[in-house]
């Protein structure tokens, strides 16, 4: 039987456990390296959420201030990140840059959680064949990459950084939708939502109590990770010039204004370029290790 | 020696020994069984027959040897050489341990691709011979079929014939009727025998005694890693010697309890209750019973009797298609469920799965509240009444704080027997409330369910596939087959002089006397 022994000695991962399971502490990150990974995800992150609330504290050049003779110079003590092609500070541009990103990020993610967590709660307490037509709806839209249906809804609304935010948030809905409503159902059957509608409490309450709190648990989850993505699709629609106009500092814009002195001047671009990605595996490494805590208390 | 002989074993954890100086020799045609509560280091053992313990485990022993190799320091290699070849392994659950994309027949032969040079259609051959011997109807065209084609007894023999297949000296099975309805069971364990006393060795791991005593020669009682008693299986159970055999054997004897007798009034009437479902026909069918206050009924049955619907038409989750319930002087179901909202705190469910009763994110003292606000408990006095409900089921209120993943299985049923009573309900149904549970906390359980019974006259509806709980608490039982009774009677009437062939079937399977009949 050793074949059969070894398959039955192997986790989901494939790795051999020996008939016993290891144990895993509880949540958070694992291993060293993993949890030196949060911390420093956790220390990029408010840093970046210090330059958009106080971005003076970060530097003392004003981000719009003009100074051409010192035009592209390279990256130096004075001008860390280089200057650009009318003399800007890039440094200065990259931390007034992070509100707009960060307001952007924040707000679509955050908007498009509830506007999700509400419709998918609807949708999976809904009928059964209500709630499967519905979804049929959504997975249509899911169909579409999330960045493709932002384009669109700003080629209807025209190019701003308004439109931009309410684009981003409409396109990350349907995401949110499907994993609010599958949860839903899956409580829906719980047996202790159905011990708490045994003890005659109403249908509603039961749903407030024991089914809403759960699911926005999950949904809160998925949206850490979603701002990331919010903030990439938003600094790239501004690259396309769909965003914010010049002077502001959005650093989807700075990379776009970059992008043809990349020969000369590469730091124009690629500051803003790994600040956006800085962040945005920030997020990622955070929103990861949310879930495994929220994954842990679950079980 | 042929056989199996180890001496000495020890596993260490960490700091902890969790196999404790095992000693035990198994010959070919004899039958051990390894008996012990959930925790006592009966699979650690096993493992360590199998060379599969794990990584940081330190095993030590004074010799390990089967079928005449000794394999005390043996490395992975030689193990595996052993392993499915000299020494199989039959393991608890066959629907886990197939592979659901194989057919049976390639699943049986792998073992031989590994240990033998045999042909492909002499492997064949040896997998269908396996198949028969392993007693599987049909097995020509089952060597076709894949594991969700086959019920859980099937699944369970062919996993037994991917053992035979090799021709091993010794055969391990853990568990290996343990997910199995009592019938099944019986003959699975006549199998077992049959293999036996063909000539072929097998450890047997259980925690179900009734199996042990019905195919072991001998039976060794492990506790706390350590084998404490162990003996001829007539002898451990007719005069245990070691106080845990004792606290075995006395949690398993099936003893209608004697209770008073005594009528109040009828609670909760089901008259002609049937049920329907699309594609699994009638699931109960023309059920009447009547529920008296202070009084136990225990429903009996094996898994698709229908037990579980029952309770749920009882419970009103579900419309009977024909036949009513009443609660009390109340037309129950089928009812609106608007009428029937304000008495729904007057029946209450207790679950197999204690902790299906609590909001994994909430506390069990807030579970607990929620209950009680229920049962007309007003907000102010809920925390007090929390410590009052922990206590009457002997659970310390400090773990009102806890969660239920922080509970053992055992204070999770307290916990949530408590939170049914929090509602104060006239009828308390319990879905095989203790058959997650060890034999010995069973017994706790339900003397708690007793006592509660005398204190507060609730009237409890038992359902178990498991006769030793019915005789322990109920008054009166139902037997149910296939949605219909088939026996009904004072529950000592109906241990003592069973009158339908399907009851004395269930009675012979629970009973530890070797010699009782199997049903046929």
């Not at chain 2, 011997?133 to 019920?151: C, F, G």
């Not at chain 2, 063909?198 to 259980?206: C, E, M, S, W």
């Not at chain 2, 879905?431 to 339900?446: F, G, H, K, W």
């Amino acid at each position: 039987m050793s074949a059969r022994g070894m398959e039955l000695a192997r986790d989901s991962r494939g790795t051999p456990r020996r008939g016993m399971r290891r144990t895993q502490p509880r949540g958070g990150a694992r291993t060293l390296p993993a949890r030196m990974g949060l911390v420093l995800a956790s220390v990029v992150l408010l840093v970046i959420m210090g330059m958009a609330i106080a971005p003076a504290l970060f530097t003392g050049f004003d981000p719009l201030a003009t100074n051409l003779p010192a035009a592209l110079s390279p990256p130096s003590i004075e001008h860390p990140f280089g200057t650009d092609q009318t003399g800007r500070d890039v440094y200065a541009r990259v931390v007034y840059g992070a509100r707009s990103s960060m307001a952007i990020g924040i707000g679509a993610a955050g908007g498009a959680a509830l506007a999700g967590l509400l419709l998918g709660i609807l949708v999976g307490l809904a009928p059964r064949p209500v709630g499967t037509a519905a979804m049929r709806g959504v997975d249509v839209v899911l169909a579409f990459p999330e960045f493709l249906l932002a384009l669109v809804v700003v080629a209807i609304l025209g190019p701003g950084a308004f439109t931009i935010a309410l684009a981003v948030t409409l396109a990350a809905i349907p995401v949110y939708i499907r994993l609010a409503r599958a949860h839903t159902v899956t409580l829906r059957q719980a047996e202790h939502v159905e011990s708490a509608m045994l003890l005659g409490i109403p249908r509603a309450i039961v749903v407030a109590r024991h089914v809403v709190p759960a699911v926005a648990g999950s949904v809160s989850v998925l949206a850490t990770i979603g701002v990331g993505s919010a903030i990439i699709a938003s600094a790239g629609l501004s690259f396309l010039g769909l965003g914010p106009t010049e002077p502001t500092p959005e650093w989807g814009l700075m990379m776009s204004g970059g992008r043809n002195v990349l020969g000369q001047a590469w730091w124009i671009a690629v500051f803003p370029g790994l600040t956006v990605m800085a962040t945005v595996i920030s997020l990622s490494v955070l929103g990861r290790a949310l879930r495994r805590r929220a994954e842990g208390r679950a079980t | 020696m042929s056989g199996i002989d180890v001496r000495g074993l020890r596993v260490v954890i960490g700091e902890r020994t969790v196999v404790d100086d095992v000693s035990l020799r198994v010959a070919p045609g004899e039958c051990l069984a390894i008996v012990g509560e959930s925790g006592a280091g009966k699979s650690m053992i096993a493992h360590a027959l199998l060379g599969l313990t794990p990584d940081v485990a330190t095993v030590t022993a004074r010799r390990i040897s089967v079928d005449g190799i000794e394999l005390r320091d043996a490395d992975e290699a030689a193990w595996r050489a052993v392993r499915g070849a000299r020494i199989a392994l039959v393991s608890q659950d066959a629907l886990v341990s197939l592979d659901p994309f194989r057919r049976i027949g390639r699943e049986i032969e792998e073992p031989l691709e590994i240990h033998s040079r045999a042909s492909a259609p002499d492997r064949k051959r040896l997998a269908q011979a396996a198949l028969e011997s392993a007693a599987m109807p049909d097995a020509a065209s089952r060597m076709r079929a894949y594991p969700h084609e086959l019920s859980g007894g099937l699944r369970q023999r062919a996993l037994i014939a991917s053992a035979l297949v090799t021709a091993p000296a010794l055969i391990i099975a853990d568990e290996p009727t343990t997910a199995l309805d009592a019938t099944v069971q019986q003959r699975i364990l006549q199998l077992l025998r049959s293999i036996v006393d063909a000539g072929t060795g097998l450890v047997i791991i259980t925690h179900d005694l009734a199996a042990a005593a019905h195919l072991a020669d001998r039976i060794a009682v492990v506790q706390a890693g350590a084998i404490v008693e162990c003996g001829p299986a007539a002898r451990m159970l007719a005069a245990p010697q070691h106080a845990h055999t004792r606290e075995l054997v006395d949690a398993w004897r099936v003893r209608p309890a004697n209770r008073p007798e005594r009528v109040d009034a009828p609670v909760l009437v089901a008259e002609g209750l049937t049920k329907t479902f699309a594609g699994a026909g009638r699931v109960v069918d023309d059920v009447s019973l009547t529920l008296h206050r202070g009084a136990t009924l225990g429903v009996a049955g094996e898994s698709g009797s229908g037990k579980t619907t029952l309770a749920r038409l009882l419970m009103g989750i579900e419309t009977p298609d024909a036949g009513a319930v009443r609660l009390g002087e109340m037309r129950w179901n089928p009812a609106p469920e608007s009428a029937r909202r304000p008495a729904r705190r007057r029946i209450q469910l207790v679950h197999q799965n204690p902790r299906a009763a609590f909001d994994p994110r909430w506390s069990i003292g807030r579970s607990i509240a929620e209950a009680l606000g229920a049962g007309g408990v007003p907000r102010r006095d809920r925390a007090a009444a929390v410590t009052r409900a922990l206590e009457q089921v002997e659970l310390d209120p400090a773990l009102a704080r806890r969660r239920p993943g922080q509970l053992s299985g055992g204070q999770r049923q307290r916990a949530a027997i408590a939170r049914a009573l929090a509602a104060r309900p006239d009828v308390l149904v319990l879905d095989e409330p203790v058959s997650a549970l060890d034999a010995s906390v069973q017994v706790t359980i339900l003397a708690l369910l007793e006592r509660l019974q005398r204190e507060t006259g609730v009237a409890m509806l038992l359902i178990s596939h498991d006769l030793r709980v019915l005789a322990a608490v109920a008054d009166d039982v139902l037997v149910m087959r296939e949605g219909r009774v088939v026996e009904a009677g004072a529950t000592a009437r109906v241990f003592a002089e069973p009158r339908h062939p399907f009851t004395r079937a269930l009675l012979d399977a629970a009973s530890l006397d070797a010699d009782a009949p199997g049903p046929g």
